[in-house]
């Protein structure tokens, strides 16, 4: 069911009329943002009132004499005032369209989108608004007012605003083009889905309580359907036995938005190489990476390879095991396939190091789970949880709204969770922005999307790794969150350089990892028993096998999205670029008829810039270093890298 949220407007008058007319900041508490949820004409209706009421600001700044312009706090209001409305409408929209059950309200939500996005493509290319942020005196400013300023007149120029008006009119012509192709790739993920039908015999080896809830399932010959979502394909590539099941997932894995997305990315790949090239770039790499610290596709190139390098004799010593271990089962194997490198990693693992991945599942019932995030965070950041109060606004029964408190007891953030699969949502893990705080005017909002096994339809037990994306998500929403209390927003929330985003995610990722955190809530689902601390100590020495391999597969996905950016874009073979960057990184053989770009979701995301994860995971790895591993949970290191680090 959808409910109501609550006008945001007071007394008739919309909100941004009072934030600019009262002197003094003044906070919003009852904002709430998914106006419009009853139907997909009353979202667009509210959501087309906030673009009008940006489109006003802008009329107003761009009246603003150059003379007055010159006061730097004006002037920059008005402007922030207007990123704010602007974000605020992208960024629900975005959201909805990837969620919402109800196809006619993603819909109604692209458009919204793509809205939005034309009106920042005008402004973001609009001399007189660029002149009046060019005309203002900083000079008394502080450090953070002067950054956002030199940082936007910046991106002004990086957008071609000094361009002429032919160039500039392309170059809005080329984004709205690139925002339709984006949405469509997108789309064709969601909606791409596969299904195939196995036998329960072909189950042998699987998790038993994935078993037994696929048991229920069942036809009256035996048949169950196995989906491509992560709950069936996750324990499948780990554990199924049937070598025959592996390979018949794998092949519909990898053709979800096949052949659909192949004329859409090629388009993607197009315009953006058209834009870089009337922004004066030799390709879209160089353009992404101009504003990130690694500055050029060459040295991303060089950071990918010196990282496959470091990796491969290890990666080489994995694969001969994997090799090894499969030849006493297949005598006379001479490859590890690609359907095969989960399972042989984890019978290496099993019978090397005494670890069975399926062991840990039964301590780790999503809701315990949930719970265990709440409290190790809550206990290193000196917060607490508690549902919004009311009946939230959510699009789907599931979705919970969940309130963040600081020590005074305050609200400082708020965040919705959709944790589990279904038809048409966004089938990988993400953190969406909804508000970026600003302190006085609006609370940070962001919103989880994930695919959890889902404990309405099982036992909902998460596989480690899921509890390690939990982790994951949980510290962009922390980060979003502790950055939202800024008093600008153009560079408030999770706006610095790109090459840094996945830092503060991946560094809480080594939490779970510690037995004696994972133990503060992984307990047994039927009898209460609390994880053995050897086996967390089993996995960790387990886990360590096929990190080369792993890190290799990651140099993959790195290569795949600088090759398809980083050159002109006639010259781009999906294919054949495809089967060059995997077999430069992996010992496997290529698979053919793997159509797996199709849909890599974060070849329109990120684009060129797939090595932000691991330049940021050095990164990540870097700041662990205060942390002390035999009492993580200490909030003295944990309330010092919030402060220096996440809230500035
Ligand atoms: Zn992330």
Same mark, same amino acid.
């Given at each position: 069911?959808?409910?109501?949220?609550?006008?945001?407007?007071?007394?008739?008058?919309?909100?941004?009329?009072?934030?600019?007319?009262?002197?003094?900041?003044?906070?919003?508490?009852?904002?709430?943002?998914?106006?419009?949820?009853?139907?997909?004409?009353?979202?667009?209706?509210?959501?087309?009132?906030?673009?009008?009421?940006?489109?006003?600001?802008?009329?107003?700044?761009?009246?603003?004499?150059?003379?007055?312009?010159?006061?730097?706090?004006?002037?920059?209001?008005?402007?922030?005032?207007?990123?704010?409305?602007?974000?605020?409408?992208?960024?629900?929209?975005?959201?909805?369209?990837?969620?919402?059950?109800?196809?006619?309200?993603?819909?109604?939500?692209?458009?919204?989108?793509?809205?939005?996005?034309?009106?920042?493509?005008?402004?973001?290319?609009?001399?007189?608004?660029?002149?009046?942020?060019?005309?203002?005196?900083?000079?008394?400013?502080?450090?953070?007012?002067?950054?956002?300023?030199?940082?936007?007149?910046? /991106? !002004?120029?990086?957008?071609?605003?000094?361009?002429?008006? +032919?160039?500039?009119? =392309?170059?809005? *012509?080329? &984004?709205? #083009? @690139?925002?339709?192709?984006?949405?469509?790739?997108?789309?064709?993920?969601?909606?791409?889905?596969?299904?195939?039908?196995?036998?329960?015999?072909?189950?042998?080896?699987?998790?038993?309580?994935?078993?037994?809830?696929?048991?229920?399932?069942?036809?009256?010959?035996?048949?169950?359907?196995?989906?491509?979502?992560?709950?069936?394909?996750?324990?499948?590539?780990?554990?199924?036995?049937?070598?025959?099941?592996?390979?018949?997932?794998?092949? /519909? !894995?990898?053709?979800?938005?096949?052949?659909?997305?192949? +004329?859409?990315?090629? =388009?993607?790949? *197009?315009? &953006?190489? #058209? @834009?870089?090239?009337?922004?004066?770039?030799?390709?879209?790499?160089?353009?992404?990476?101009?504003?990130?610290?690694?500055?050029?596709?060459?040295?991303?190139?060089?950071?990918?390879?010196?990282?496959?390098?470091?990796?491969?004799?290890?990666?080489?010593?994995?694969?001969?095991?994997?090799?090894?271990?499969?030849?006493?089962?297949?005598?006379?194997?001479?490859?590890?396939?690609?359907?095969?490198?989960?399972?042989?990693?984890?019978?290496?693992?099993?019978?090397?190091?005494?670890?069975?991945?399926?062991?840990?599942?039964?301590?780790?019932?999503?809701?315990?789970?949930? #719970?265990?995030?709440?409290?190790?965070?809550?206990?290193?950041?000196?917060?607490?949880?508690?549902?919004?109060?009311?009946?939230?606004?959510?699009?789907?029964?599931?979705?919970?709204?969940?309130?963040?408190?600081?020590?005074?007891?305050?609200?400082?953030?708020?965040?919705?969770?959709?944790?589990?699969?279904?038809?048409?949502?966004?089938?990988?893990?993400?953190?969406?922005?909804?508000?970026?705080?600003?302190?006085?005017?609006?609370?940070?909002?962001?919103?989880?999307?994930?695919?959890?096994?889902?404990?309405?339809?099982?036992?909902?037990?998460?596989?480690?790794?899921?509890?390690?994306?939990?982790?994951?998500?949980?510290?962009?929403?922390?980060?979003?969150?502790?950055?939202?209390?800024?008093?600008?927003?153009?560079?408030?929330?999770?706006?610095?350089?790109?090459?840094?985003?996945?830092?503060?995610?991946?560094?809480?990722?080594?939490?779970?990892?510690?037995?004696?955190?994972?133990?503060?809530?992984?307990?047994?689902?039927?009898?209460?028993?609390?994880?053995?601390?050897?086996?967390?100590?089993?996995?960790?020495?387990?886990?360590?096998?096929?990190?080369?391999?792993?890190?290799?597969?990651?140099?993959?996905?790195?290569?795949?999205?600088?090759?398809?950016?980083?050159?002109?874009?006639?010259?781009?073979?999906?294919?054949?670029?495809?089967?060059?960057?995997?077999?430069?990184?992996?010992?496997?053989?290529?698979?053919?008829?793997?159509?797996?770009?199709?849909?890599?979701?974060?070849?329109?995301?990120?684009?060129?810039?797939?090595?932000?994860?691991?330049?940021?995971?050095?990164?990540?790895?870097?700041?662990?270093?205060?942390?002390?591993?035999?009492?993580?949970?200490?909030?003295?290191?944990?309330?010092?890298?919030?402060?220096?680090?996440?809230?500035?």
């Amino acid at each position: 069911h959808v409910l109501r949220a609550p006008s945001l407007s007071l007394g008739g008058m919309p909100w941004i009329q009072w934030l600019l007319l009262l002197s003094t900041p003044v906070l919003l508490p009852a904002m709430t943002f998914f106006e419009g949820l009853e139907t997909p004409g009353a979202f667009l209706a509210v959501q087309r009132q906030r673009l009008g009421e940006a489109e006003l600001l802008a009329d107003r700044l761009r009246a603003v004499s150059l003379q007055d312009a010159r006061d730097a706090r004006t002037t920059l209001k008005l402007y922030d005032s207007i990123i704010i409305l602007l974000g605020n409408v992208a960024r629900q929209a975005s959201l909805l369209s990837n969620v919402h059950p109800d196809a006619p309200y993603r819909a109604a939500a692209e458009e919204i989108e793509a809205a939005a996005d034309a009106l920042s493509d005008t402004l973001d290319l609009d001399p007189a608004i660029f002149q009046r942020l060019e005309a203002m005196d900083v000079g008394a400013e502080d450090a953070t007012t002067q950054h956002y300023v030199s940082k936007t007149l910046r /991106a !002004y120029h990086l957008n071609g605003v000094d361009r002429d008006p +032919d160039t500039r009119a =392309r170059v809005q *012509a080329v &984004r709205a #083009e @690139l925002l339709s192709a984006s949405q469509d790739f997108q789309r064709n993920i969601a909606q791409g889905q596969r299904e195939i039908t196995a036998t329960l015999e072909e189950l042998g080896g699987l998790p038993a309580d994935y078993v037994a809830q696929k048991r229920k399932t069942a036809d009256g010959r035996g048949r169950v359907t196995i989906t491509t979502r992560y709950p069936d394909v996750k324990p499948i590539f780990r554990s199924a036995d049937s070598d025959a099941l592996r390979q018949r997932l794998l092949q /519909a !894995y990898e053709d979800r938005a096949y052949p659909e997305n192949v +004329d859409v990315l090629n =388009r993607l790949i *197009a315009k &953006r190489y #058209e @834009l870089a090239g009337l922004l004066g770039f030799a390709n879209y790499a160089d353009y992404v990476t101009n504003r990130t610290m690694i500055g050029n596709a060459a040295r991303v190139a060089e950071f990918t390879d010196r990282i496959a390098a470091a990796a491969e004799a290890r990666a080489r010593r994995e694969y001969g095991q994997l090799l090894e271990r499969k030849r006493r089962d297949v005598p006379g194997a001479t490859t590890v396939n690609a359907w095969e490198g989960s399972y042989w990693t984890e019978k290496v693992r099993k019978e090397e190091y005494q670890f069975d991945v399926s062991s840990l599942r039964p301590y780790l019932p999503f809701r315990r789970v949930r #719970e265990g995030v709440f409290n190790v965070t809550g206990t290193l950041f000196q917060i607490s949880f508690r549902p919004c109060p009311g009946a939230a606004p959510v699009w789907h029964p599931s979705v919970e709204c969940h309130e963040i408190l600081d020590r005074d007891q305050a609200v400082v953030g708020r965040f919705y969770l959709d944790m589990h699969p279904r038809d048409g949502k966004y089938t990988h893990a993400a953190h969406f922005g909804i508000a970026t705080g600003v302190r006085g005017v609006q609370l940070p909002e962001a919103c989880l999307v994930c695919n959890f096994p889902d404990p309405a339809t099982g036992d909902g037990l998460l596989e480690f790794s899921d509890v390690t994306t939990f982790f994951h998500e949980f510290g962009h929403l922390l980060h979003s969150t502790f950055a939202g209390d800024g008093p600008w927003a153009g560079v408030g929330g999770i706006s610095m350089e790109r090459d840094f985003v996945e830092a503060p995610s991946q560094m809480l990722e080594e939490w779970p990892r510690n037995a004696q955190v994972l133990q503060t809530f992984a307990r047994h689902h039927q009898t209460g028993a609390p994880l053995p601390t050897e086996l967390v100590e089993r996995m960790r020495q387990a886990e360590a096998f096929g990190r080369g391999l792993d890190v290799l597969r990651q140099m993959l996905y790195a290569r795949i999205s600088l090759t398809y950016y980083d050159r002109p874009a006639p010259q781009v073979d999906l294919d054949a670029l495809y089967r060059a960057a995997w077999t430069r990184s992996l010992p496997q053989p290529f698979r053919n008829g793997s159509h797996l770009p199709c849909a890599f979701g974060h070849l329109d995301g990120y684009s060129a810039v797939y090595y932000t994860y691991k330049w940021s995971e050095v990164i990540a790895k870097d700041m662990f270093t205060v942390f002390d591993e035999k009492n993580l949970l200490d909030p003295v290191p944990a309330m010092r890298y919030k402060a220096t680090v996440l809230a500035p």
